[in-house]
């Protein structure tokens, strides 16, 4: 009977080799974690040689670990050492641990050694494999893809759906026919998994919009267009019209969408009105307002809900006011007037008290009127939101009206109680710009220098504008004149008095030639001779902000409202390109490098998705 003590000892020391032998496993576990991202991180560096040291090893160690043979192979080729690369892949197709991708890479190897003769039965011995695992077609069919075997890849992927056809390679057969440059097998691969469900129309349009361009002659287009019309006419589905309407805006063939989206809305529900609305806003936004009315129409003729038919009515209103300018405001006046007594004021039907009061204000120059009846409405059951708006409102009509103080202070409540609310950033920077508007500069300038890191792009961009005019010009001139005059200018401009503006800038370039102030009126006037449709005038303007301030503060401004301006206005596309080329390789932390990016890329014919 062995002795407590002793028996005591003998457990404590297989504690302590239990013990031993963790510590052991754990620095060893450590050792080769160690190893393997050493070897990671040499092969990303490039540094072959040290990288296949450390992955013969790990694949010794772990003969089942498929990424370290494929690494090890990896630096056999990209060190020319075929002849060992070609020995380790045989030695590896002997074990049980062979993996039918190793055929695709012993082949590669042969190619890369000047034996091209010697691949393709390792490759088809690589198909053959899937005859045993239809499951493999994946991980074959991609390796070969990987190398740009694409013929062996359409082979792998097609032998496995032959097997076992509930497998879903249709994604990869897809894209390889595309990759392959069979854009009409790659188009209809598409479309079959949308119509059977096995992908989205959005997922599939996204590889599709690789493929095609803005024209309606481009030859993809022309595929993909027949592709959907024949299915359309053979097995009918919404998804085809859907498509068909995507393509057709692309191109910019706004009145064909038009006829597709009508398709749709007969067998869909009411809501897919916004669908139509898109379209129309687009089409108006593109010039075709003979296509946008004719959208608005089509809803406001068909649809039972308020919401869309009182929107439909305000879309119309703005067209119309965009055609027949001043001589017909008295005529719209009278329009929204009959949509007012058919829309009493709620949050819902805000939208069109506030486009009427601005109307009302801006083009019919009745601000009077507008603040009053804004501030009955102010004392109406309305969601918080709903009187920020109009408070906003009527703070602009009472700058417009120059009543600055007043106005100062429906802005400050809208900050009081909408706070870190994007209404109550824009609510600040009229604050700070009214202040401008009366020579308060000072005080302007500390409420912009909160707004230059605001969260919305626009409002920051704006802030930082206005800063640097104030600042740039608050200095050297006691009497701040012509600071003045431009703010004088600005207001005449928000008045949307455009006439005015661009005589009282003319007075300021002319008697305060050379002063700071200079390029910011020259932008400014450009602008407003853009809206005059003096086009010549404005890029008179633009050239000599660029000739004289190729560094100031409106330069990558000028540079993208010029290219604009060719581009739109005058189809003068190469002078458009050159002016956005500028702005892309000199200011490419501006607000506009992307603007103009992919406005250059359109005009080169780049596909852009």
Request: charged letters at 25%.
């Amino acid at each position: 009977m062995l002795k407590t003590g002793s028996f005591k000892k003998r457990r404590t020391a297989q504690w302590v080799m239990v013990l031993l032998f963790t510590m052991a496993f754990s620095c060893s576990s450590a050792l080769w974690g160690q190893q393997e991202l050493l070897a990671k991180r040499y092969l990303e560096d490039g540094e072959y040689e040290k990288a296949l040291v450390y992955f013969i090893k790990l694949s010794e160690k772990n003969p089942y670990r498929m990424e370290y043979a494929e690494a090890t192979v990896k630096c056999y080729q990209q060190l020319e050492r075929y002849a060992e690369a070609e020995q380790f892949l045989l030695k590896k197709m002997e074990s049980k641990t062979t993996f039918p991708t190793f055929y695709i890479e012993l082949g590669y190897t042969y190619v890369l050694a000047g034996q091209p003769e010697k691949a393709p039965p390792m490759y088809q011995k690589a198909i053959d494999a899937i005859e045993l695992n239809p499951n493999m077609g994946y991980s074959i069919g991609y390796r070969f893809q990987r190398y740009a075997l694409l013929d062996e890849a359409i082979a792998a992927f097609n032998k496995a759906l032959e097997l076992k056809p509930q497998l879903n390679y249709g994604i990869q057969l897809a894209r390889v026919y595309g990759e392959k440059g069979d854009i009409q097998k790659m188009f209809e691969a598409y479309l079959d998994l949308i119509e059977e469900g096995k992908t989205s129309s959005s997922r599939a349009m996204r590889s599709i919009d690789d493929f095609l361009e803005d024209r309606a002659d481009a030859p993809n287009n022309i595929l993909f267009r027949k592709s959907l019309l024949l299915r359309a006419q053979k097995r009918p589905n919404l998804v085809w019209n859907e498509l068909l309407s995507g393509l057709f805006v692309r191109q910019g063939q706004f009145k064909l969408a038009f006829a597709q989206e009508k398709a749709l809305l007969k067998r869909l529900q009411d809501g897919q009105m916004d669908r139509l609305f898109g379209l129309g806003d687009l089409a108006d936004k593109e010039g075709d307002r003979k296509t946008a009315k004719a959208c608005y129409t089509f809803i406001e003729e068909t649809t039972q809900q308020p919401q869309y038919k009182l929107r439909a009515s305000l879309s119309l209103l703005n067209l119309e006011r965009a055609e027949t300018g001043p001589n017909g405001y008295d005529k719209i006046e009278k329009q929204y007037r009959e949509l007012l007594a058919i829309y009493p004021p709620r949050d819902q039907t805000m939208g069109l008290y506030l486009a009427y009061y601005r109307f009302l204000t801006f083009q019919q120059n009745k601000a009077k009127e507008s603040s009053q009846q804004l501030k009955e409405l102010l004392d109406g059951n309305l969601s918080p939101r709903s009187k920020a708006q109009l408070k906003m409102l009527l703070g602009d009509v009472l700058v417009y009206d120059q009543k600055f103080n007043q106005a100062l202070v429906y802005f400050s409540q809208i900050q009081q109680e909408l706070k870190n609310d994007v209404i109550a950033q824009k609510a600040r920077f009229q604050v700070a710009r009214t202040s401008f508007f009366k020579g308060d500069f000072d005080w302007a300038l500390t409420q912009l220098k909160v707004l230059r890191n605001s969260s919305t792009q626009l409002i920051a961009n704006d802030a930082m504008q206005l800063s640097l005019t104030i600042s740039d010009n608050n200095w050297g001139d006691s009497t701040q004149v012509a600071l003045k005059k431009y703010a004088r200018a600005d207001l005449l401009s928000y008045q949307e008095k455009r006439t005015e503006a661009i005589a009282e800038l003319q007075d300021l370039l002319d008697n305060h030639k050379g002063s700071q102030i200079e390029d910011d009126a020259l932008f400014l006037q450009a602008q407003l001779l853009q809206k005059e449709g003096k086009y010549e005038e404005a890029l008179w303007n633009y050239q000599r902000l660029l000739e004289f301030y190729p560094y100031g503060i409106w330069t990558d401004d000028t540079l993208y409202e010029r290219g604009l301006l060719y581009e739109t206005k005058l189809q003068q596309t190469e002078k458009a390109m050159e002016s956005y080329e500028i702005l892309i390789y000199d200011h490419q932390d501006s607000y506009f490098f992307p603007l103009a990016r992919k406005r250059f890329r359109k005009l080169r014919g780049d596909q852009i998705q």
